[in-house]
């Protein structure tokens, strides 16, 4: 872990409120690069680690990660704090745009506009996961287990419940041998 000092929680909730209004429907990308490029609050393998028990828990990703990383320097307040400043923007945004969506989306040039925003967040959570893996490359066992998972999930339809249950402790088992 780093040994940095933990920033203020007005700068962790400015940080989030960031992610929260400019990564609206696609908010890992911007949440990756504010915690690690932007403000260094993580190294790039600290991101994914806690990246990766976030996922194994449930609910959504980003915001287990926000309030993840609010409570490992500031306990419940920094949760808090952190889950408010992701969650603020959105929520105001998305009621406006339900009732902009409530009285034009059956035109066909906002369905359009649906299509492509829908090619654009898939691009970006592309490019995310690529940046994610990057640190799995100094640990080729590592790349093993994305292969297993992958292959699993996405081309048999294993449902994830048994992918986890299988996966998470293969890696587990493999990572205390390789690293021995």
């Not at 990660?65 to 969650?87: D, N, Q, V």
């Not at 649906?114 to 970006?124: C, N």
Request: charged residues 10%; contains cysteine; positive net charge.
């Amino acid at each position: 872990m780093s040994e940095k000092s933990p920033p203020p929680l007005r700068e962790l909730f400015m940080g989030f409120l960031s992610v929260g209004m400019f990564g609206f429907g696609g908010v890992l990308p911007w949440t990756r690069r504010m915690i690690v490029e932007k403000r260094q609050w993580l190294s790039a393998g600290e991101f994914t680690d806690m990246l990766a028990l976030c996922q194994f828990l449930p609910g959504p990703n980003v915001i287990n990660l926000s309030g993840a990383l609010g409570y490992r320097w500031y306990g419940w307040a920094g949760a808090i704090t952190c889950f408010t400043g992701l969650m603020f923007a959105p929520m105001v945004i998305i009621i406006g745009l339900g009732m902009l969506y409530a009285r034009i989306g059956g035109n066909p040039s906002v369905q359009h506009a649906f299509a492509g925003l829908s090619a654009a967040a898939s691009a970006m959570v592309i490019a995310t996961a690529l940046k994610i893996a990057a640190p799995l490359l100094k640990r080729p066992y590592a790349l093993v287990i994305v292969a297993i998972t992958f292959v699993a999930a996405a081309i048999l339809r294993v449902p994830l419940l048994y992918v986890v249950l299988t996966c998470a402790p293969l890696s587990i088992l493999l990572l205390d041998r390789m690293e021995k």
